[in-house]
Nanobody, 122 residues
Framework: QVSLAESGGGLVQAGGSLRLSCAASGSVVGINVMGWYRQAPGKQRELVADISKGGSTNYADSVKGRFTISRDNAPNTVFLQMNSLKPEDTAVYYC????????????????WGQGTQVTVSS
């Protein structure tokens, strides 16, 4: 089992920046994919960005050129640098970890953090 602890959310004016962090704790030795999703009120949860253990990234069209995802593999931590924030970026942001390697077994399930609120005022 892994726990994901998010930090870095908050209130910012449009055009501002925030940096989200998510650290995985537990006896996991590697994570295939780590990413960020978001859910705005009344909307479905959507992928913001994800990154593989090897560094391959994937972004939602709405954040390309503004957000940058990165990770450290030791310890397993993922970051989301959010620049040029817009009011439509307001949402709860969730960290995700998929494909966990332990010393003697593999867990293919998805795990989620508790979420961190990002609010962008106009």
């Amino acid at each position: 089992q892994v726990s994901l602890a998010e930090s870095g959310g908050g209130l910012v004016q449009a055009g501002g920046s925030l940096r989200l962090s998510c650290a995985a704790s537990g006896s996991v030795v590697g994570i295939n994919v780590m990413g960020w999703y978001r859910q705005a009120p009344g909307k479905q949860r959507e992928l913001v960005a994800d990154i593989s253990k090897g560094g391959s990234t994937n972004y939602a069209d709405s954040v390309k050129g503004r957000f940058t995802i990165s990770r450290d593999n030791a310890p397993n931590t993922v970051f989301l640098q959010m620049n040029s924030l817009k009011p439509e970026d307001t949402a709860v942001y969730y960290c995700n970890a998929a494909g966990l390697w332990y010393s003697s077994w593999f867990d293919g399930r998805d795990y989620w953090g508790q979420g961190t609120q990002v609010t962008v005022s106009s």
